[in-house]
Nanobody
């Protein structure tokens, strides 16, 4: 059974940091791009960041660029999201997902992702 499990969410004050993890099981995801999306209450799910199967290729939304850093450890089948300088508007449920495509233009579109985790709540207080 293929599973993606996020962890590391929590409550943090504005300006603080959190590190999210996404552990995959059931098969190797080393050939997939991995993405992070988030969804705030009453809002659409939005793209945050993606990392291609070659870790040098990363893609960030403008809202998190310079504050968030994505990385992956294919040996551990795990993807990480380091979030610094957090703002109240970063409050959301964060989801990781896998994308088998080689076309980076697809990485911004949630509909192109194949497997999804259950999400982890991140709350940033002001």
């Amino acid at each position: 059974q293929v599973q993606l499990v996020e962890s590391g969410g929590g409550l943090v004050q504005a300006g603080g940091s959190l590190r999210l993890s996404c552990a995959a099981s059931g098969r190797s995801f080393s050939d997939d791009a991995m993405g992070w999306f988030r969804q705030a209450p009453g809002k659409e799910r939005e793209f945050v960041v993606a990392i291609a199967r070659i870790s040098a290729n990363t893609y960030y939304s403008d809202s998190v660029k310079g504050r968030f850093t994505v990385s992956r450890d294919n040996a551990k089948n795990t993807v990480y999201l380091q979030m610094n300088s957090l703002k109240p508007e970063d409050t959301a449920i964060y989801y990781c997902a896998s994308n088998p495509s080689r076309y980076d233009a697809y990485y911004y579109n949630a509909a192109t992702y194949e497997y999804w985790g259950q999400g982890t709540q991140v709350t940033v207080s002001s």
